[in-house]
C-alpha cells in the first residue's frame, strides 16, 4: 500500500505499508474525486457471485465510504479495510501524520504523558508500551473504547495505535488497526504490530 506525498508538505515522498494477505484488504482510494461511485464500485468486486443481494452490497459500499471519510477528514497518509472476499469490514487501519506537534514534544515521554492524560472515555485503562521499530522508536497503546465517545453503552471497538518517531525525519505518525470484533483481539494486535513493523517513509 503506497501513498505519494507532495514533496512541500515534508521531506518524504511516500508512505509504504505491506498488508498481510493482501487478498483480504481493500485499499481506500483516498484520491477519489467521486468517493461514493468509488465504493459501489469496489462493492460490487468484492462479491464475486454476480448474484449476490444487492443489500449486501449497498452495506458494504456504506461502510467502506464511511471509512473513507474518515481517512479523509484525518488527512491519512494511507488507509485500508480488512475485508476478505464476500465478507464485510473487519477492522480499518490508517496512517497519519500527527500534525501541530511541537518539535520539543517529539518524545516518547511525551507522547506517553498525552497518551496517559486521555480522557476517552474507555472501558478499561490503556495498554501502553515502548517499542522499537524499523522507522523509529514507538510508543504502543492498546485500547478498548465505544464507537459513539458520546453514549455511556453501545458497541465497543478494540485499537492498537502506534506513535512512531521516525529517525529520520522530525515528525510524528500514527499507525492504528481498530475492528469490533472482541474476540479477534490478540490475532488482529499481533497484525497491528506487523503492519506498524512495515511502515516505511521513502
Same mark, same amino acid.
Given at each position: 500500500? !503506497? ?20 487478498? !483480504? ?19 460490487? $468486486? ?24 474518515? #481517512?479523509?477528514?484525518?488527512? #491519512?497518509?494511507?488507509? &485500508? ?22 518539535? $520539543? ?9 498525552? &497518551? ?38 453501545? !458497541? ?47
Amino acid at each position: 500500500m !503506497n501513498t505519494p506525498r507532495a514533496a512541500a508538505a515534508a521531506d518524504w515522498h511516500e508512505c509504504r505499508v505491506t498488508l498481510p494477505a493482501p487478498h !483480504n484488504w481493500l485499499v481506500l482510494d483516498l484520491t477519489a474525486e467521486r468517493p461514493e461511485e468509488w465504493a459501489r464500485a469496489a462493492a460490487d $468486486e468484492h462479491f464475486s457471485a454476480d448474484d449476490a443481494p444487492a443489500d449486501w452490497r449497498e452495506a458494504f459500499a456504506e461502510d467502506v465510504l464511511w471509512y473513507w471519510a474518515v #481517512a479523509a477528514r484525518q488527512k #491519512a497518509l494511507c488507509a &485500508a479495510v480488512l475485508a476478505p472476499q464476500d465478507g464485510g469490514v473487519a477492522a480499518f487501519y490508517c496512517v497519519r501524520e500527527l500534525g501541530g506537534v511541537p518539535a $520539543e514534544s517529539l518524545r516518547l515521554d511525551a507522547l506517553r504523558a498525552e &497518551a496517559e492524560a486521555a480522557e476517552g472515555p474507555f472501558f478499561r485503562p490503556p495498554e501502553i508500551t515502548e517499542v522499537e521499530l524499523p522507522l523509529g522508536a514507538a510508543l504502543r497503546v492498546h485500547r478498548l473504547e465505544p464507537t459513539d465517545p458520546e453514549a455511556d453503552s453501545g !458497541n465497543v471497538l478494540e485499537g492498537v495505535a502506534h506513535y512512531v518517531l521516525p529517525r529520520e525525519y522530525p515528525t510524528a505518525l500514527e499507525c492504528r488497526l481498530l475492528w469490533g470484533a472482541l474476540g479477534l483481539g490478540e490475532e488482529l494486535g499481533k497484525m497491528a504490530d506487523e503492519l506498524a513493523d512495515s511502515v516505511r517513509l521513502a
